[in-house]
């Protein structure tokens, strides 16, 4: 029996039961009245694509519930090892040791994703780049460890995208130089977090939130209210610039203070700059708002290269974004469609 209907047969034992056997009555309805509250389902697991995967969701059904968190774990952890450049066996180890040899096999799923990537990279005018990774696999930002001026300098020419070469027909993947690389830690999050939600969305899922680190996307409402995510200050992790209520979107946020370490005052961090491969520090966080978690993770590193009135710039024009950007002075930055009221006039 469902969670709803034993909660109505609690009600109906109590309509119908004697003064007498109230006391027993109450005490069952309770017992199955709290479990009810439990259709509130929600999972964290850590280390899954280097990062915590949350989700939360409203089930009728809590086994049926349950199982759709597993359908979604199970996918997160797939594209983890099909992406992952951490792990020598992926799809995408395999394309960044032979791509510049020859046209490399990938299956749909990542030449769908590749194919993403590219878009976002004409959209935001070369900011998004996944072949950063030509020079950002010197960076280490655990081991405080950075390429030298002169190792830069003789990678930065395989960063561009136009160097990735896919061909539709027959699902291939060539690099046109030697010495590209590619990495999805940009984008790959924020797709997984697509899939997660379109698997709970076929399952009947009305109400759901699926996130992957900085990347999260919302279906429904909370208890009838909107979900209130809020955006941390840079430096201040406890502390919040400011809360969202949102309903049926996707949010990502870009910080310089995920992965970094700072040395003689200067920020290396994880976000790099196509133009230079040094870290790109325009910004200290942009947080993005769209449809989809695979364009909010697309675009939410735009700022930090192009600059915050760029990227604004950028947005507006597409139509369905949104965003918020801290500048490095902690000024903050909004698209039109997320701008403060402005601040009623003084009573003189
Ligand atoms: P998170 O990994 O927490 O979701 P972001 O969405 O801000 O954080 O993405 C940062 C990641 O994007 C980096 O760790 C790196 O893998 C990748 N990356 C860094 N610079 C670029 C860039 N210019 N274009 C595309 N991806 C990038
Ligand atoms: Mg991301």
Known sequence: MSRALLRRAAAAVLAVTRPGACALACVLALALAVPAQAEWLSRTVDGTMGTRIVVELWSEDRAAGERAIDAVMAKMRHIDTNMSTYKP??????????????????????????????????????????????????????????????????????????????????????????????????????????????????????????????????IGDRFGKPWIVGIRHPDRKDEVIARLPLVDTAISTSGDYERYYDENGVRYHHIIDPRTGHSASAVRSATVLAPTATRTDGLSKTAFVLGAEEAIRIYEQLGDVDAIIVKPDGKVLYTKGLEPPPPPPANH
């Not at 990537?117 to 959209?123: D, M, N, P, Q, V």
């Not at 081991?143 to 160097?163: C, G, K, M, S, W």
């Not at 590209?180 to 939130?209: N, P, T």
């Open 89 to 218: 066996d992926s799809e995408i180890s395999r394309v960044n040791a032979h791509a510049a040899e020859g046209p490399v096999k990938i299956d749909a799923e990542l030449f769908g994703l590749l194919e993403t990537a590219l878009e976002y990279s004409r959209i935001t005018e070369g900011a998004f780049d996944i072949t950063y990774a030509s020079v950002g696999f010197m960076y280490d930002f655990r081991a405080h460890h950075r390429p030298t001026e002169q190792q830069i300098d003789a990678a930065l020419p395989a960063v561009n995208y136009h160097h990735v070469l896919l061909d539709r027909a027959t699902h291939t993947v060539r690099f046109s130089q030697p010495g590209v690389r590619i990495d999805l830690g940009g984008i790959a999050k924020g797709f997984a977090v697509d899939c997660g939600i379109e698997i709970l969305q076929k399952r009947g899922i009305k109400h759901a939130l699926v996130s992957a680190g900085g990347d999260s996307r919302i």
